[in-house]
């Protein structure tokens, strides 16, 4: 129940196209739904995070979809770029961050 | 977004001896910490969560006694591996909450690559 299942676990896109990473959960008790990106030899960095009292959240390129009754949310990253080559990570928050297994995406130029 | 600063990025030591980590809140008070590991190509797997002047709670399996926690101020909170061995080379990185009003953002540090030779 405390599982976070992401997906695809690898992705290729062309530049400028989208990329969409999707993550599933059963704990309906998670009240916080983070992406983080990683750079190899990096620490996590914040990408954008949503709560389950919204369904959609934009930050510049990257929005984050939330379906409350079907227990998913996804990432989707607008006009990809090559520098977006990195490892994505989900989370889901009741008192700690449970991860899903992380997605790296390889955007071609 | 908030900063959170660790200290060193990376660091070779004897088997045998101990280490310490260091994790800074720079611009932003956190009650509560947590501290990861990750391995290559893994995901991150939380260690413990360290909450300001009180004792850190440890995941199952991870050896409390082996790794130190220590979170003294609302800004600084330390990790230190005793007696490392080869198999504690590892990938650590810490994580703090920036509380604002009612919610949260967690933030992570750059990491540490701790070596144990």
């Known amino acids: 129940q405390q599982q976070v299942k992401q997906s695809p676990q690898s992705l290729i896109v062309q530049k400028g196209g989208i990329s969409i990473i999707n993550c599933a959960y059963e704990?309906?008790?998670?009240?916080?739904f983070p992406w983080y990106q990683q750079f190899p030899g990096k620490g996590p960095a914040l990408l954008i995070a949503i709560r389950p009292d919204v369904s959609e959240k934009k930050e510049g390129r990257f929005t984050i979809s939330f379906n409350k009754s079907a227990k998913q949310f996804s990432l989707h990253i607008m006009d990809s770029q090559p520098g977006d080559s990195a490892t994505y990570f989900c989370?889901?928050?009741?008192?700690?961050?449970?991860f899903g297994a992380g997605t790296i995406l390889r955007v071609k130029s | 977004g908030a900063v959170v600063s660790q200290h060193p990025s990376w660091v070779i030591c004897k088997s045998g001896t101990s280490v310490k980590i260091e994790c800074r809140s720079l611009?932003?008070?956190?009650?509560?910490m947590f501290w990861y590991r990750q391995f290559p190509k893994q995901s991150l797997m939380l260690m413990a969560t360290?909450?300001?002047?009180?004792?850190?709670?440890?995941e199952q399996g991870v050896e409390k006694d082996k790794f130190l926690i220590n979170h003294a101020s609302l800004t600084l909170s330390t990790l230190t591996v005793t007696s490392a061995h080869p198999e504690d080379s590892s990938f650590y990185i810490c994580s703090a909450r920036d509380w604002s009003g009612q919610n949260y953002e967690q933030y992570f540090g750059p990491g540490t690559r701790l070596t144990v030779t």
């Open positions: 989370a889901a928050n009741r008192h700690k961050l449970v």
């Open positions: 611009d932003f008070q956190a009650t509560t």
């Open positions: 360290s909450n300001e002047g009180s004792k850190a709670t440890y």
């Open positions: 704990n309906t008790a998670f009240d916080y």
